[in-house]
């Protein structure tokens, strides 16, 4: 205990001292574990309810007590945490002395430390058949997502469910509120929110200008939506003037994604126009052969209006 980190000696020194006090009947358990070489740490385990409810009540009435005799003025917030990592070490000394009196069954298990968690939920379908549309944008652009809300509601099918997902990056509950009323008088529209911080793998992605971590959140339509069998996908800054559900009528077969040809791109690898991504800032047919890999130039869509063959990539 004194050589770790954040840990001061005299703070455990003074809970043993709570122990012998309190329970004086532990001081062997408390020298067998002073010279153990290992122990049980992180406050994971398991009990039967009678020992559960036993172990508390002796653990509580020493924390109770000791919290009284330490002082920590000056600690920082690691510091702070010592009457956790002394329960730490209180839970060893309890399990000792049980052992000591009893025959104790203990079963070890093994412990993962999970260092690069990330979110692996799904959606699950709010109609049994709909038009599932995702969309994507930060509060800078939910005006412009409310546009789009609205002219899809405007050229509706009433005769057609349309479940919206919005993947969110930070919209502010006043812009959800308003969001929501455009759509709240219409039975056949469900509109939900997700927060795409929940994709750890956002973190620290290359953003510039309006492209913002919610640009990348597209990618995880295959993972969030795999209960679905297709889904489309519109950017935010983008009005329609049809019913959107018809897109799903494209037969897609086994492709993997329906999308456009982006003309734009085809003028920027023509005149040699210059493409900036985390590879650093290179002519757009250099960035589409390194960064991309893409050896046929011509193959690159416009990503502003997909339709995800869910169901096929599920299968791949």
């Not at 069954?105 to 412990?111: A, D, I, M, P, S």
């Not at 005149?271 to 800032?281: N, P, Q, Y």
């Amino acid at each position: 205990y004194e050589k770790g980190e954040f840990l001061h000696i005299k703070d455990y020194l003074a809970a043993l001292e709570v122990v012998e006090e309190l329970y004086p009947d532990y001081k062997a358990a408390i020298q067998q574990f002073n010279n153990a070489t290992d122990g049980y740490y992180t406050n994971m385990f398991v009990m039967h309810k009678d020992m559960f409810v036993d172990y508390s009540e002796w653990l509580f009435a020493i924390l109770t007590n000791l919290e009284s005799r330490i002082s920590m003025n000056n600690y920082n917030a690691q510091e702070k945490r010592v009457i956790g990592h002394i329960a730490e070490r209180l839970f060893n000394i309890y399990i000792i002395k049980q052992q000591q009196d009893r025959a104790l069954k203990v079963k070890e298990l093994q412990r993962t430390f999970v260092t690069n968690e990330t979110f692996n939920g799904k959606l699950e379908p709010v109609f049994p058949h709909a038009a599932p549309i995702v969309i994507s944008f930060d509060d800078n652009y939910a005006i412009s997502g409310g546009a789009l809300i609205n002219s899809i509601v405007r050229h509706s099918d009433k005769n057609t469910h349309y479940d919206i997902v919005v993947l969110e990056n930070k919209v502010s509950n006043l812009n959800k509120q308003r969001l929501l009323k455009l759509v709240s008088a219409h039975t056949n529209f469900s509109l939900r929110f997700f927060d795409v911080n929940a994709f750890t793998e956002l973190n620290g992605v290359h953003t510039r200008a309006h492209f913002s971590a919610s640009t990348y959140a597209r990618l995880f339509i295959p993972q969030l939506f795999r209960e679905y069998e297709k889904v489309i996908f519109i950017d935010s800054d983008t009005v329609v003037k049809a019913d959107l559900a018809t897109l799903l009528n494209v037969d897609l077969g086994t492709n993997l994604v329906a999308a456009v040809k982006d003309i734009v791109m085809e003028g920027f690898v023509k005149f040699g126009a210059m493409s900036e991504s985390a590879d650093g800032v290179m002519p757009a047919g250099e960035y589409l052969q390194k960064t991309l890999k893409m050896t046929n130039p011509d193959e690159y869509f416009q990503a502003g209006i997909i339709v995800f063959n869910v169901a096929q990539m599920v299968q791949e």
